[in-house]
């Protein structure tokens, strides 16, 4: 992992610091943290510690691998930074492409209970339709997707949040959902749809007794627990390259969520 801090931060003893974390995409095996330094620019000037992950990709790990490491990978750094429940600053995991899904899956899993807030960014949320995607596309034969999803249909369901919906963990964050309009790898409507559908089945969900952000998820939310940002003009990669930057939508949709989600 890449760990930065701001230098304004006490690295040694201060745990009142929000931390960033982000899981990068890869179609599941390829990807090394060191390729996204850029991403925590503007979280650093915002005072959070930040944290790109590195995890094992394809052939090193399947995807249950995969979730095993970010949730290890959280526990550990939220212990070692932020502190746990009432003593650490708000945690904040955003993941992109496949490593918005495996973010995803382990949410619905139940095994992120130290994340107040997730972004998950031109995700993939059900994986046979990603597999077919792959097929029009004509990569299918050299992608990792399958053999890292189990290769057969019925864990391709295991492995897709949008199928998973109606086991929600009570520990399950408040999300936002951003993607381009212009993406091509994996389309708008994956997230089009799997927010209609995460929407119907979080109506009134008491988001539990964690202080969260700011005290936020302590109750009944004011806010729209989970959201989707269409980004225009904005392809697949644009998500992460943009947030880096801040060009277009994407940067400023994401600190202005997270800043709603804290008040």
Known sequence: AQVMVAKDVD???????PLF?????????????????????PFLERNFRCIILGYRTYPDADVDGQVDDLAQAVEYFS??????????????????SSGAHVSMLAAMRGRLPAVDALIVGSGVYDVERQKQQEIRLGVSEISPLSAANG?????FCRNSPQLLVDDIPENFPPTLLVHGEDDDVTPLENSKDFYRILQDKSRGV???TSEGLSGALAR??????????ILEETGHQDVVTNTCLGKGRAQA??????ATVGQ
């Open 11 to 17: 690295e040694a003893g201060d745990k009142s610091s």
């Open 21 to 41: 974390f982000f899981m990068h995409g890869g179609a599941w095996g390829s990807g090394f943290p060191t390729m996204y330094r850029l991403l925590s620019l």
């Open 79 to 96: 212990e070692k930074y932020g502190g746990m429940g009432d003593s650490g600053g708000p945690v904040v995991l955003m993941g992109h």
């Open 151 to 155: 290769f057969t249909r019925e864990n």
């Open 206 to 208: 008491d988001l539990g």
């Open 220 to 229: 009944r939310t004011p806010f729209p627990i989970h959201q989707l940002e």
């Open 253 to 258: 949709a994401i600190l202005d969520w997270i």
